[in-house]
C-alpha cells in the first residue's frame, strides 16, 4: 500500500501562483509514477500532469502545457505541482496518485492509489 497526502491548496488571485504537494509513504515511492489529477463542482475528474518514476519522462495536457510543472524528489518521497497563472477555471480538487506502470499515464484507470484531494480556488 501506498498512502498519499497532499498539501498545499488555497485561495489565490487569479494571475497567482501555488506549489502543491504530496506526501507518499508505504511501499518504495520510487517504483511508481505519479499523477495529478482535479475535478471541478459538476464536473468530471480530469488528468492535469504526470512524471514517470524516474523524474525524467512527464505528460500534461495541451490546455495546460506551459503552466503547470510537475517534479518530484525521490529522496524525500515528495512530487509537487508548481501552478503559474492560475485562472479562475483552475478552481477544483487536486488529486495526487500513484501508478504502478512506472510510466506516466494520463488514464484515471492506471493509477493504484490516490490521495484524499487538496482544494484550491481562484478568485476573479
Known amino acids: 500500500q501506498v498512502q498519499l497526502v497532499e498539501s498545499g491548496g488555497g485561495l489565490v488571485q487569479a494571475g497567482g501562483s501555488l506549489r502543491l504537494s504530496c506526501a507518499a509513504s508505504g511501499r518504495t515511492f520510487e517504483n511508481y509514477a505519479m499523477g495529478w489529477f482535479r475535478q471541478a463542482p459538476g464536473k468530471e475528474r480530469e488528468f492535469v500532469a504526470a512524471?514517470?518514476?524516474?523524474?525524467?519522462?512527464?505528460n500534461y495536457p495541451d490546455s495546460l502545457q506551459g503552466r503547470f510543472t510537475i517534479s518530484r524528489d525521490n529522496a524525500v518521497n515528495t512530487v509537487y505541482l508548481q501552478m503559474n497563472s492560475l485562472k479562475p477555471e483552475d478552481t477544483a480538487v487536486y488529486y495526487c496518485?500513484?501508478?504502478?506502470?512506472?510510466?506516466?499515464?494520463?488514464?484515471?484507470?492506471?493509477?493504484?492509489?490516490w490521495g484524499q484531494g487538496t482544494q484550491v480556488t481562484v478568485s476573479s
Open positions: 496518485a500513484g501508478s504502478r506502470t512506472m510510466s506516466p499515464s494520463r488514464r484515471e484507470s492506471d493509477y493504484d492509489y
Open positions: 512524471i514517470s518514476w524516474s523524474g525524467y519522462s512527464t
